[in-house]
């Protein structure tokens, strides 16, 4: 089931869960070289603006979020909405990464570069992919249209998903067939409360 940023205790376990799925112990980003990790506390708060907070005040702070939002957004190469992602989410690397708004990915997704996640022939919100929990995307993966990838898969590199996949196993090639039974198990790191 994938859900959304509620109220603040949500948006700490997210912030929580995307630190550890990025593999980090520090507290803090460090201001030089922690862009991706910036990034992702960027969006969980502009998440919590949107879903949370109402009134004129939280207005301007939410149009301030969304403005830093999309400069970060530019400067990394990524075009991800909110409200997309549940808790987990590790961006691997700067880099092209487009998704559509009406995409649904569930916990403890690690994503690389050059991925695009969109709709297919239809270019409705309905026509766009659901992506279960602890699933790895690979570098250059594409995936599109209104499939369902279940819980615990690995998608190759360049691999072009088009088509359903079941849980537990890895799919690569163009188009996209199942390789092995093996999964995501080892390819990420699963947030646990």
């Known amino acids: 089931m994938i859900i959304v940023i509620q109220n603040k205790d949500d948006l700490k376990n997210y912030l929580a869960a995307d630190k550890q799925a990025l593999g980090f112990t520090r507290k803090f980003p460090r201001p030089i070289v922690d862009d991706i990790w910036k990034f992702q506390i960027l969006l969980r708060k502009l998440e919590y603006n949107i879903n949370c907070k109402k009134g004129i005040h939280n207005r301007v702070k939410t149009l301030y ?3 830093k939002f999309h400069k ?3 400067k990394l190469g990524f075009e991800i909405p909110t409200n997309v992602f549940g808790p987990g989410l590790s961006i691997a690397h700067r880099g092209t990464i487009i998704v559509n708004s009406g995409s649904k990915v569930g916990a ?3 994503i690389h570069a050059n991925v695009n996640i969109g709709t297919g022939k239809d270019t409705s919100l309905v026509d766009v992919p659901t992506i279960g929990d602890n699933v790895y995307i690979g570098p250059g993966a594409k995936i599109y249209g209104a499939i369902n990838i279940k819980d615990n898969v690995a998608i190759g590199a360049n691999a072009v998903v088009n088509k359903d996949v079941d849980s537990n196993v890895t799919v690569a090639g163009v188009p996209a067939k199942i390789i092995n039974q093996k999964g ?10």
């Open 65 to 67: 979020l969304k403005y």
């Open 184 to 193: 995501s198990k080892g390819l990420l790191f699963r947030y646990h409360k």
């Open 72 to 74: 970060l957004s530019q």
């Open 108 to 110: 403890n997704c690690r």
